[in-house]
């Protein structure tokens, strides 16, 4: 799987990827968490460039958003920030 032509627009990304030689067009939507620590991309439509038709396994799919998803320690970044803002008051 090859990513090409990203392009972002507010919480829309659309991607152009090649997938087994064929391109395809993924529309993903930012699904920020309830926490408001992070998110993740939600797939919302994907098509086949090439024949039109939307002919991914689940699991191709699942590769493509487990590819684009950031994956952060959201607990331990926080704990280093307030360390980092503690040590900085002292």
Do not use: C
Request: glycine share 4%.
């Amino acid at each position: 799987m090859r990513l090409s032509k990203l392009i972002l627009h507010k919480d829309i990304l659309l991607i152009h990827a090649d997938i087994h030689s064929n391109d395809y067009i993924f529309t993903v939507k930012w699904k920020e968490l309830d926490n408001k620590k992070g998110g993740e991309w939600e797939l919302k439509s994907y098509i086949n460039n090439s024949n039109g038709k939307k002919d991914l396994s689940q699991e191709e799919i699942d590769q493509l958003i487990n590819q684009i998803n950031p994956e952060w320690g959201w607990e331990q970044e926080q704990e280093q920030m307030q360390k980092a803002r503690e040590k900085d008051v002292d």
